[in-house]
């Protein structure tokens, strides 16, 4: 009788600890929230995971009452619609200037407004950029992270070994295929690559080198807007690929590389040159430790056109269309600490600068402003002691690239058009006999399609 | 016996006295045991309910809808079904597949019965050749075929490529190409999975009544008769099985394809299971999962009437 006894007391006492314990839980919780948020890239270094963890300590510290749960994220097609799908996606996270619009008018990102109003340097935003963020009815449901230019990525110590000259890459569209041809017969390794597989950024490559040319692949917007992915420009991009692989055998033995493959076999010193985002740097640094003296970056070769321009993208941050008030306003205050404070205000942007130098990342990787050119230049002029990155070598890029034509990507179904002319792109560096125009008439009709249905 | 002692009680309590039929009561079923075989149908009956016939039943809904999965669901009737069927990639799809199947078959099919035949003449260390044929099954299948990515390597520099130089073949594009894809997947595939039907095919050979080699070595036949007039006749029903088994496993494929190639080169790889994903993640603005359920029933339909046309076609053949 004793010991049952006890044992009731024990269940009591236990029960009034537990119920103790809920209600500090819930009393805590209406004076703090954790939000999660896109970090790194899996397969990131130790280097940048503590730069980041530096970045969420400081954070929280200016804003007591706030837990950030950095989550590893990488963009991918596949992977971002089934984490979408499944709400699986952190508080924050980045999606490209193709989706963010569209996502919005679907309703699958918050609405942002109220809290992004409130930024003092909201209305400082580039107009160009912060539209790119904002849906048909006008709502902000993604914040700029950053803007790049596609550019020409070289290897140095391949140019200097095929007796180039790495401080002139190559301006002409020729030129890059004669270097290319000279690159692969002196070193024996591929002089030009390009991104081939079926994940959409093979169409997005070829996009980019027709927008050099002069093409485009849609007239319109919307639902409305015409496929022209058979343009003339296209069949000119898609014959000089066709030259260079079947040609001058200038391109190695692998057509299909990915984002991040692509990446990991220039930092590994066995590509010559390929097409990319401008900021790319970065992750060269953080995935794959590229040895700096090899990377060169020059603008895309422009075609004697008036309509040839560089293709300019970039990325934002949203936030998941299902967090409450309390999240949304912390997630709106560390995207302003995160992505936009380092690039307008100075104690941010050195303290943030001092942290990725302390942590061995790279500061100063040629992007595009997301205000504009004259506070970018401010911006640069307050980073200048911590930019560790080889300027020098980015002299080529850096000196043109903001007086270039940017041209945004293609504005209805991007993801789609791109998709339909990864298979293009595919044949002609996998089968010699390909029939160009007749494979880009199909692509056309499915890219058509998509649009049409807004997918 | 035991029927016997029992059937005094039974009479007793359960038989109406009128009728001489049992009756019937919640306590007679209780001690009937029918409330235990309810206790022990409730998990089996939640776990299927749960994990298979409830998103069989979502699939059928989601095929007749248009949905993001974020936004209220819509109705589109045979929409879906109509799309499929009009999509350029879908013939492509089948035909990708079957070209697959057939690979599978005429390659894959055989080489497991070849190897267990000649593994079942072996008389020491029979467990070794089990082991090392049943060691691919093993390995995690992502680790395989990135083992295999490996191997093929289209430069002149890759595994296959320097191995076959040394006897002045080569070097070939492999996965790098149209025309050498699908193989290049379906050599994979076999060696992948050949393990399992080996040890099928073992276990079906220990059946075999040994009196039937002995009489056909009394009338002269040799290894090759054997086989032909004693193995195959003996192992008819193990080998319509898995015939069927194989089909239908290679109607789904997905895990070479996606892995291996995502499909290219220009489409060449992509078959019906990976075109149905497509559907589903291929967009990032979310997938049309209406279209990827409504071409998941229609594989399913396919199958299933194959595999009855099938069964019915081999019933007399595999009961004789």
Same mark, same amino acid.
């Given at each position: 009788?004793?010991?049952?006894?006890?044992?009731?007391?024990?269940?009591?006492?236990?029960?009034?600890?537990?119920?103790?314990?809920?209600?500090?839980?819930?009393?805590?919780?209406?004076?703090?929230?954790?939000?999660?948020?896109?970090?790194?890239?899996?397969?990131?270094?130790?280097?940048?995971?503590?730069?980041?963890?530096?970045?969420?300590?400081?954070?929280?510290?200016?804003?007591?009452?706030?837990?950030?749960?950095?989550?590893?994220?990488?963009?991918?097609?596949?992977?971002? %619609?089934?984490?979408?799908? !499944? +709400? $699986?996606?952190?508080?924050?996270?980045?999606?490209?200037?193709? &989706?963010?619009? @569209?996502? #919005?008018?679907?309703?699958?990102?918050?609405?942002?407004?109220?809290?992004?109003?409130?930024?003092?340097?909201?209305?400082?935003?580039?107009?160009?950029?912060?539209?790119?963020?904002?849906?048909?009815?006008?709502?902000?449901?993604?914040?700029?992270?950053?803007?790049?230019?596609?550019?020409?990525?070289?290897?140095?110590?391949?140019?200097?070994?095929?007796?180039?000259?790495?401080?002139?890459?190559?301006?002409?569209?020729?030129?890059?295929?004669?270097? %290319?041809?000279?690159?692969? !017969? +002196? $070193?024996?390794?591929?002089?030009?690559?390009?991104?081939?597989? &079926?994940?959409? @950024?093979? #169409?997005?490559?070829?996009?980019?080198?027709?927008?050099?040319?002069?093409?485009?692949?849609?007239?319109?917007?919307?639902?409305?807007?015409?496929?022209?992915?058979?343009?003339?420009?296209?069949?000119?991009?898609?014959?000089?690929?066709?030259?260079?692989?079947?040609?001058?055998?200038?391109?190695?033995?692998?057509?299909?590389?990915?984002?991040?493959?692509?990446?990991?076999?220039?930092?590994?010193?066995?590509?010559?040159?390929?097409?990319?985002?401008?900021?790319?740097?970065?992750?060269?640094?953080?995935?794959?430790?590229?040895?700096?003296?090899?990377?060169?970056?020059?603008?895309?070769?422009?075609?004697?056109?008036?309509?040839?321009?560089?293709?300019?993208?970039?990325?934002?941050?949203?936030?998941?269309?299902?967090?409450?008030?309390?999240?949304?306003?912390?997630?709106?205050?560390?995207?302003?600490?995160?992505?936009?404070?380092?690039?307008?205000?100075?104690?941010?942007?050195?303290?943030?600068?001092?942290?990725?130098?302390?942590?061995?990342?790279?500061?100063?990787?040629?992007?595009?402003?997301?205000?504009?050119?004259?506070?970018?230049?401010?911006?640069?002029?307050?980073?200048?002691?911590?930019?560790?990155?080889?300027?020098?070598?980015?002299?080529?890029?850096?000196?043109?690239?903001?007086?270039?034509?940017?041209?945004?990507?293609?504005?209805?179904?991007?993801?789609?058009?791109?998709?339909?002319?990864?298979?293009?792109?595919?044949?002609?560096?996998?089968?010699?006999?390909?029939?160009?125009?007749?494979?880009?008439?199909?692509?056309?009709?499915?890219?058509?399609?998509?649009?049409?249905?807004?997918? | 016996?035991?029927?016997?002692?029992?059937?005094?009680?039974?009479?007793?309590?359960?038989?109406?006295?009128?009728?001489?039929?049992?009756?019937?009561?919640?306590?007679?079923?209780?001690?009937?045991?029918?409330?235990?075989?309810?206790?022990?149908?409730?998990?089996?009956?939640?776990?299927?309910?749960?994990?298979?016939?409830?998103?069989?039943?979502?699939?059928?809904?989601?095929?007749?809808?248009?949905?993001?999965?974020?936004?209220?669901?819509?109705?589109?009737?045979?929409?879906?079904?109509?799309?499929?069927?009009?999509?350029?990639?879908?013939?492509?799809?089948?035909?990708?597949?079957?070209?697959?199947?057939?690979?599978?078959?005429?390659?894959?099919?055989?080489?497991?019965?070849?190897?267990?035949?000649?593994?079942?003449?072996?008389?020491?260390?029979?467990?070794?050749?089990?082991?090392?044929?049943?060691?691919?099954?093993?390995?995690?299948?992502?680790?395989?075929?990135?083992?295999?990515?490996?191997?093929?390597?289209?430069?002149?520099?890759?595994?296959?490529?320097?191995?076959?130089?040394?006897?002045?073949?080569?070097?070939?594009?492999?996965?790098?190409?149209?025309?050498?894809?699908?193989?290049?997947?379906?050599?994979?595939?076999?060696?992948?999975?050949?393990?399992?039907?080996?040890?099928?095919?073992?276990?079906?050979?220990?059946?075999?009544?040994?009196?039937?080699?002995?009489?056909?070595?009394?009338?002269?036949?040799?290894?090759?008769?054997?086989?032909?007039?004693?193995?195959?006749?003996?192992?008819?029903?193990?080998?319509?099985?898995?015939?069927?088994?194989?089909?239908?496993?290679?109607?789904?494929?997905?895990?070479?394809?996606?892995?291996?190639?995502?499909?290219?080169?220009?489409?060449?790889?992509?078959?019906?299971?990976?075109?149905?994903?497509?559907?589903?993640?291929?967009?990032?603005?979310?997938?049309?999962?209406?279209?990827?359920?409504?071409?998941?029933?229609?594989?399913?339909?396919?199958?299933?009437?194959?595999?009855?046309?099938?069964?019915?076609?081999?019933?007399?053949?595999?009961?004789?």
């Amino acid at each position: 009788m004793k010991s049952l006894r006890r044992i009731a007391t024990a269940v009591a006492v236990a029960g009034l600890v537990a119920l103790c314990a809920t209600a500090a839980a819930l009393g805590s919780r209406s004076s703090s929230v954790t939000i999660s948020v896109a970090s790194l890239i899996p397969g990131s270094t130790q280097a940048a995971v503590n730069q980041f963890n530096s970045q969420v300590a400081q954070f929280e510290k200016a804003n007591p009452g706030i837990t950030v749960k950095p989550v590893e994220y990488q963009w991918t097609g596949p992977t971002f %619609a089934a984490k979408l799908a !499944a +709400r $699986t996606l952190p508080t924050v996270f980045e999606v490209p200037f193709t &989706d963010a619009r @569209t996502l #919005g008018d679907n309703g699958q990102l918050a609405d942002l407004t109220p809290y992004a109003q409130k930024l003092s340097y909201f209305k400082e935003f580039n107009p160009a950029v912060i539209a790119e963020g904002t849906d048909a009815k006008g709502q902000v449901v993604a914040l700029p992270k950053g803007a790049y230019a596609q550019a020409l990525h070289y290897n140095r110590a391949l140019f200097a070994e095929a007796g180039l000259n790495p401080n002139k890459p190559p301006t002409t569209w020729a030129q890059v295929r004669a270097d %290319a041809k000279q690159i692969t !017969a +002196r $070193t024996g390794k591929p002089g030009y690559v390009e991104m081939a597989k &079926d994940d959409n @950024t093979a #169409g997005w490559i070829l996009t980019t080198v027709v927008y050099s040319l002069g093409g485009r692949m849609e007239t319109g917007s919307g639902t409305s807007a015409k496929a022209t992915l058979d343009n003339k420009y296209t069949i000119q991009a898609l014959n000089m690929l066709k030259a260079m692989r079947w040609t001058d055998n200038s391109m190695g033995s692998n057509f299909s590389y990915s984002w991040g493959d692509i990446n990991q076999a220039f930092a590994a010193g066995t590509v010559g040159m390929y097409v990319s985002g401008s900021d790319i740097y970065t992750n060269l640094v953080q995935a794959y430790n590229v040895n700096p003296s090899i990377y060169g970056i020059a603008p895309i070769p422009l075609a004697h056109n008036k309509n040839a321009g560089v293709l300019g993208g970039g990325t934002l941050a949203a936030v998941r269309p299902d967090a409450n008030k309390a999240q949304l306003a912390a997630a709106v205050k560390w995207m302003s600490f995160f992505y936009e404070e380092p690039q307008i205000s100075k104690t941010q942007a050195i303290r943030n600068a001092q942290t990725l130098v302390a942590n061995k990342q790279p500061v100063g990787v040629p992007a595009l402003p997301l205000f504009n050119k004259r506070l970018y230049d401010i911006s640069q002029t307050w980073i200048k002691p911590y930019i560790n990155v080889p300027i020098a070598q980015m002299k080529p890029f850096l000196t043109g690239i903001f007086s270039e034509n940017l041209i945004p990507e293609p504005e209805a179904s991007t993801q789609s058009v791109y998709h339909a002319l990864d298979a293009v792109v595919e044949a002609v560096l996998t089968n010699k006999d390909t029939n160009v125009v007749q494979m880009l008439q199909q692509a056309t009709s499915e890219a058509q399609q998509a649009i049409s249905q807004g997918a | 016996m035991l029927d016997q002692l029992r059937e005094p009680a039974f009479t007793k309590r359960g038989l109406s006295r009128r009728s001489g039929v049992p009756r019937r009561t919640p306590i007679t079923w209780v001690r009937g045991g029918g409330l235990s075989t309810v206790v022990f149908l409730i998990p089996l009956l939640f776990v299927f309910g749960a994990f298979s016939w409830y998103p069989i039943v979502r699939t059928v809904v989601m095929s007749l809808q248009h949905t993001n999965l974020v936004q209220p669901a819509t109705w589109v009737g045979f929409a879906n079904f109509k799309a499929v069927w009009h999509d350029p990639l879908f013939p492509v799809a089948v035909k990708n597949t079957a070209y697959f199947a057939g690979l599978a078959l005429v390659f894959g099919y055989p080489i497991p019965l070849i190897a267990a035949v000649l593994m079942s003449e072996v008389r020491k260390r029979r467990g070794i050749f089990s082991a090392l044929a049943y060691l691919p099954v093993v390995i995690p299948p992502v680790v395989a075929v990135l083992l295999w990515k490996f191997f093929y390597d289209a430069s002149s520099t890759g595994v296959f490529n320097t191995v076959l130089g040394w006897v002045g073949l080569g070097p070939y594009p492999w996965l790098q190409s149209q025309q050498w894809a699908m193989p290049s997947l379906v050599l994979e595939s076999t060696w992948a999975n050949a393990g399992a039907t080996v040890i099928i095919y073992l276990a079906a050979l220990t059946g075999v009544q040994t009196e039937l080699y002995e009489a056909a070595s009394v009338d002269g036949a040799g290894i090759l008769r054997k086989v032909w007039h004693v193995t195959l006749p003996q192992l008819r029903g193990v080998l319509l099985v898995t015939l069927i088994l194989q089909i239908i496993g290679t109607a789904q494929v997905f895990l070479e394809p996606y892995l291996f190639t995502s499909g290219g080169p220009a489409n060449s790889t992509l078959t019906v299971l990976l075109l149905i994903f497509n559907y589903a993640f291929g967009n990032s603005l979310g997938g049309d999962y209406g279209k990827a359920t409504a071409l998941s029933l229609m594989l399913a339909v396919f199958l299933a009437l194959f595999s009855l046309i099938y069964l019915r076609a081999t019933r007399s053949w595999s009961s004789r």
